[in-house]
């Protein structure tokens, strides 16, 4: 059959996150010609607006320190038999350390370990087998990608989410840099974070002549007589053929909101892309690709700023699990629902609690965060570094809906439209043993501090008057349930083993960890690695006739 494309490439690439921009890399260094289409008018996917780090076992900075056993130990006991093929946990670790050598030694990227930031569950010690307390999370070193990319560098997305965006995380740690040296390097167009490694991806996808397009949405998949995928209809009705394959690294599905009902089953607030529609996931869902862990997400808290306004014009989903000490979180009955967990993953399982007594979900989202006089004068306390978020308005503004302030408790749970005497009961119970620093509902004793969950260590009284309350949700950072994919990324198919020329990899992917969360950059870590094996493998395979 002759086909009418208006290009033909050996790889089509869709999306432009790290997993995406890996997979064109290897593939470009295999023999293979490369395209790579983004949906945002903006590139880098949701890696560019994230922190940027990957968790990678046993990578160079911590030679001789771990090991591959105690890796899959870890991995392997957090996934909980919940994995959608556990082999993928041995592919990840025995191939995230070479997938990071090479973006060092054939990019500009370059990396070092995420300074404090030690295995997420080490805060319960060892309680979890093969767990580290050092840093198996490596970070970006900052890029010049103004000077490196020119205007390009705008285009290179950014989020409000890891402030600022030009500071490293290990700079950050070692006490951040001058507000002259900050000057400057916004003024040249430095990124750090997400930035940071997606900056040097484009550049050095730039220098092997592959071009990234922005703008540039995927429609379908288009196969031939035999289900083999062999190219993409792209923008308005633009073919573009695959003699050797297609990739899909193109995100989660976590603003498609018919998708999140369907499988996750209630309301998550994103912090990513807009584009991460679930794009990739209809797309090889019409060829027949075999689904996995579609019901899970990548979690995080999100409060809204009360008077700040986002660049679509609503309010600012910030980053936040609670207001830590002295503050508690409730349910819409006015009851304590959750310990918050032990890294921001654990943070969003509570609310899809069902209890059997109601029956029902009694912790459905929104819950209420509750606090007292301290935190309503002084700002958010406990919260992510680097986040400010104010609790009055600067210029006596009126506040929304979804904080309310009041001089006693029972006024607060009239403003919440919950139960006065039930939230009453829970703030008494709660202060009664927080005075002594104490908390027998919901504290672990074997918790000894803090990384990236809530502050469910330091117990501090709810002090007032005034009270206040700001509405908490469940947020995500992008779906993790996906495309089965087999250890080179190619994509499994409910009819067929392998549906021929399909690969996938970051979160268009079911997530190869099995959907946990064992270290910083966990999600980006396993997205390039994937993305790495995928160009690797499509660009040894034999061209195809397309027509």
């Known amino acids: 059959m002759t086909r009418n494309w208006d290009e033909v490439f050996d790889v089509v690439v869709v999306g432009s996150g790290g997993g995406a921009l890996t997979s064109a890399l290897l593939a470009r260094d295999g023999g293979a010609s490369v395209v790579v289409v983004e949906k945002d008018h903006f590139i880098g996917g949701t890696t560019a607006v994230s922190g940027g780090d990957m968790w990678i076992p046993n990578n160079h900075h911590i030679a001789g320190k771990d090991t591959r056993e105690d890796a899959i130990a870890y991995i392997t006991a957090l996934s909980d038999g919940r994995a959608s093929d556990p082999s993928l946990i041995e592919t990840y670790v025995d ?44 970070s970006v070193k900052p890029y010049p990608a103004g000077a490196e990319l020119g205007e390009l560098a705008e285009l290179i997305n950014r989020g409000p989410w890891v402030p600022p965006a030009e500071v490293s995380f290990p700079e950050l740690r070692r ?36 071009e990234v397009r922005n703008e540039t949405p995927a429609r379908r998949l288009i196969t031939d007589d035999s289900g083999a995928v062999i190219g993409v209809e792209v923008g308005e009705g633009r073919l573009l053929g695959a003699r050797k394959g297609v990739v ?21 607030k994103p912090m990513t892309p807009w584009s991460n529609t679930g794009d990739g996931h209809l797309m090889a869902m019409e060829v027949g690709a075999k689904l996995g862990a579609m019901n899970s997400f990548f979690s995080y808290g999100v409060i809204y700023e009360p008077f700040e306004k986002g660049r679509d014009g609503n309010p600012l989903p910030q980053m936040l699990m609670g207001l830590g000490a002295g503050s508690i979180i409730v349910n819409q009955s006015g009851r304590r629902f959750m310990h918050g967990g032990y890294t921001y993953n654990d943070f ?89 620093g104490e908390d027998p509902d919901w504290a672990d004793p074997l918790q000894t501090h803090v990384l990236t969950g ?94």
Not at 176 to 196: C, H, I, N, Y
Not at 254 to 268: L, P, S
Not at 476 to 501: H, Q, S, Y
Request: charged residues 20%; negative net charge.
């Open 454 to 547: 809530p502050d469910n260590v330091n117990i501090a009284p709810i002090a007032g008057p005034p009270y206040g309350a700001i509405q908490q949700w469940p947020g995500t950072l992008g779906t993790n349930g996906g495309l089965r994919i087999d250890a080179d990324a190619r994509v499994l198919g409910n009819r067929v083993p392998i549906i021929e020329g399909l690969y996938a990899a970051g979160n268009t992917s079911a997530a190869v960890l099995g959907s946990t969360y064992p270290g910083g950059g966990a999600c980006i870590g396993s997205s390039v690695t994937m993305g790495y094996r995928a160009g690797r493998h499509v660009a040894r395979q034999a061209s195809r006739d397309i027509g």
């Open 95 to 138: 191939t995230a350390p070479e997938a990071l050598d090479y973006l060092e030694a054939h990019t500009g990227y370059e990396s070092e370990p995420h300074l404090q930031l030690d295995d997420y569950y080490s805060v319960i010690g060892d309680r979890i087998p093969g767990v580290r307390h050092f840093p198996r999370s490596v």
């Open 348 to 436: 969003s399982a509570p609310f899809n609690e069902f209890d059997q007594r109601l029956p029902g979900f009694p912790n459905k989202p929104p819950a209420w965060v509750i606090f007292g006089a301290r935190h309503l004068s002084e700002g958010i306390m406990g919260a992510k570094p680097g986040i400010e978020l104010k609790l009055t308005g600067p210029d006596g503004q009126e506040a929304p809906e979804f904080l309310a302030v009041a001089e006693s408790i029972a006024e607060l749970a009239s403003k919440m439209g919950i139960d006065a005497a039930a939230l009453q009961e829970t703030v008494d119970r709660y202060n009664l043993y927080a005075e002594k």
């Open 248 to 268: 899909l690294a193109c995100g989660g599905f976590e603003w498609n909101a018919e998708m999140v009902k369907t499988f996750i089953g209630y309301e998550v």
């Open 175 to 210: 006490g951040g840099v001058s507000d002259e040296e900050l000057a400057k390097r916004q003024r040249e167009g430095w990124r750090a974070k997400g930035g940071g490694l997606i900056a040097p991806l484009v550049k050095a996808l730039l220098d092997r002549g592959v």
